[in-house]
């Protein structure tokens, strides 16, 4: 069964641009949810959908978007980057809409802002 | 606010028992997660507690306390190969996925 994966696996942009990272579920999962990692703040999470719906959202400001299709892969966008922007980006998905005991993580897009 | 709490870092002998604690103050409770993730890999799944008490899974074992907020990854037989970050993340509410990360344990182990 193949896992999670994230596309592209590494990108550099500069500032004031936009970016969409792609993330596809591990087969039959329908919920994934989305993170940002830097070394100061460690994981944090950006949303959650589920069935193509945003159940959940943390605190990150309007910059930060994202969608999900009904083959449950999911994208974030994120507009109008800054330099601050710069961090792995994670996803993981998880076969049951709540309550997972366990999720799985794909490997990150590692977004370098210039 | 939701507020997770690791040490920073620590370092064991290969061969020993190490035990990371995390203590956590959320919102609600509804399930803790710990995770080891190596240098510039994704993280991976460890183990899981909902209930209080341990979780026993080969070399590795996590126990939870609810009333206290705390739970431990303990580490036996410790490798060179566990050398990596260990982190604990709760999940605060029934109704979803989404999970609260502490900054992780950086783990080194020495020969």
């Known amino acids: 069964k193949a896992g999670v994966t994230q596309t592209p696996r590494y990108l550099i942009k500069t500032r004031g641009q936009q970016v969409t990272l792609s993330c596809s579920p591990i087969?039959?999962?329908?919920?994934v949810s989305w993170y940002q990692q830097t070394p100061g703040q460690g994981l944090q999470f950006l949303f959650e959908y589920f069935s193509e719906t945003q159940r959940n959202k943390g605190n990150f400001p309007g910059r930060f978007s994202g969608r999900q299709f009904s083959n449950s892969r999911s994208e974030m966008n994120v507009s109008t980057l800054e330099l601050g922007d710069s961090a792995l980006y994670l996803c993981?998905?998880?076969?049951?809409?709540?309550?997972?005991?366990?999720?799985?993580f794909g490997p990150g897009t590692r977004l370098t802002v210039l | 606010g939701q507020n997770i709490d690791q040490p920073t870092e620590m370092t064991a002998t290969e061969g020993a028992i190490v035990q990371i604690n995390c203590t956590y103050q959320t919102s609600g409770f509804n399930g803790l997660f710990w995770y080891q993730q190596h240098a510039g890999e994704a993280p991976t799944f460890l183990s899981y507690?909902?209930?209080?008490g341990l979780e026993e899974k080969g070399r590795f074992s996590s126990f939870l306390s609810r009333s206290k907020g705390y739970s431990y990854l303990l580490l036996k037989e410790l490798q060179m190969k566990d050398s990596a970050s260990y982190l604990c993340?709760?999940?605060?509410?029934?109704?979803?996925?989404?999970?609260?990360f502490g900054t992780g344990t950086r783990l080194t182990v020495i020969p």
């Open positions: 993340a709760v999940r605060d509410q029934a109704g979803a996925n989404n999970l609260f």
């Open positions: 993981a998905s998880s076969n049951r809409g709540r309550g997972a005991s366990e999720q799985f």
């Open positions: 507690n909902v209930l209080d």
């Open positions: 087969s039959g999962h329908r919920s």
